[in-house]
């Protein structure tokens, strides 16, 4: 097939290459632009759909908008049998949703019509969901409510963010594969009316670990964002991530560290870090945190 893929973060990139294994021939990649970013945050930093698309060959398009008549007449120029959309960013209208012969197929990844919006992932993993997965989606207008072709779970089961994120991008992947081989042995299944949740973005002041909640919700926490961004606590002014953790059956005042061991009480049981990140620094254990950054007993975080 004429394929225009359409991604930006590194979720979309098994998608691509596999259309391109697959034998597809893919006209054209859209992406985000290239945002501020570097050491500095002063150069502009191409998406990771943008770098491994150059890599292959691709031609690479990252408008601002898809609103524009202009681009709208480029985008159906590419005479594309379908689109194939996984974590794009930008709302696509109608003009772009039909101009391909087969419309535009959507990469998603939660149990539709769970979690259907920005941040599924992390929605899943907060809400201590057992399971989730991804699907093939037809896109329409409206946010994720568009009927699914094909769809695959895997179980969270104490994964984090990012182990989550990378099983349902191979996943999403193979699917997306299954389905272009024989389109109409996949036909499209309206989503059912009842379960229908919104899996809004993630906003910065939810990363702040709340240790007023129960032990196994302050490790959902840390779990829904791990790598990024991190949930963290502060101590003498500086952020400490917590990138990893594990529950305690132990007691205490909530926030208070109640060992040598930087276990801090919660509201019900305890939370005992693994792996931590101070600011500017790279990941590690509890122990070298301690050696140079002292937390003792007591200590109200």
């Given at each position: 097939m004429r394929?225009?893929?359409?991604?930006?973060?590194?979720?979309?990139?098994?998608?691509?290459?596999?259309?391109v294994a697959d034998g597809h021939e893919v006209v054209a990649?859209?992406?985000?632009?290239?945002?501020p970013g570097g050491r500095r945050g002063?150069?502009?930093?191409?998406?990771p759909v943008h770098v491994r698309a150059e890599a292959l060959g691709v031609p690479v398009l990252t408008p601002a908008t898809l609103r524009a008549p202009e681009a709208q007449a480029v985008f159906a120029a590419h005479d594309a049998d379908v689109a194939v959309v996984a974590a794009y960013g930008l709302i696509l209208p109608r003009p772009i949703l039909d101009a391909p012969r087969l419309?535009?197929?959507?990469?998603?990844?939660?149990?539709?019509?769970r979690w259907r919006g920005a941040a599924p992932v992390q929605?899943?993993?907060?809400?201590?969901?057992?399971?989730?997965?991804?699907?093939?989606?037809?896109?329409?207008?409206?946010?994720?409510t568009g009927p699914v072709r094909l769809e695959g779970r895997i179980s969270i089961d104490g994964k984090n963010a990012g182990q989550v994120t990378e099983e349902l991008a191979e996943m999403g992947a193979a699917l997306m594969v299954r389905v272009l081989r024989d389109v109409a042995a996949h036909p499209a299944v309206a989503q059912p009316g009842a379960g229908v949740t919104y899996a809004e973005k993630i906003r910065k002041e939810e990363a702040r670990l709340d240790f007023t909640a129960d032990a196994q919700q302050v490790l959902?926490?840390?779990?829904?964002?791990?790598?990024t961004p991190g949930a963290f606590f502060e101590h003498a002014g500086e952020r400490v991530k917590m990138l990893a953790a594990e529950t305690v059956d132990d007691a205490g005042a909530a926030g208070a560290v109640i060992d040598d061991a930087l276990t801090i009480?919660?509201?019900?049981?305890?939370?005992?870090?693994?792996?931590?990140?101070r600011a500017g620094r790279g990941t590690m254990s509890v122990a070298e945190l301690l050696r140079g950054f002292a937390i003792p007993r007591g200590a109200a975080l």
């Open positions: 394929i225009i893929f359409m991604g930006t973060p590194g979720f979309a990139v098994p998608t691509l290459e596999a259309l990649a859209y992406s985000q632009p290239p945002r002063r150069e502009l930093v191409r998406s419309g535009c197929l959507n990469v998603h990844g939660s149990l539709l019509p929605r899943a993993i907060l809400a201590g969901d057992a399971e989730t997965g991804v699907g093939i989606m037809q896109m329409e207008t409206g946010l994720d959902r926490q840390v779990l829904a964002f791990a790598p009480a919660c509201g019900e049981g305890a939370i005992r870090p693994v792996v931590v990140q």
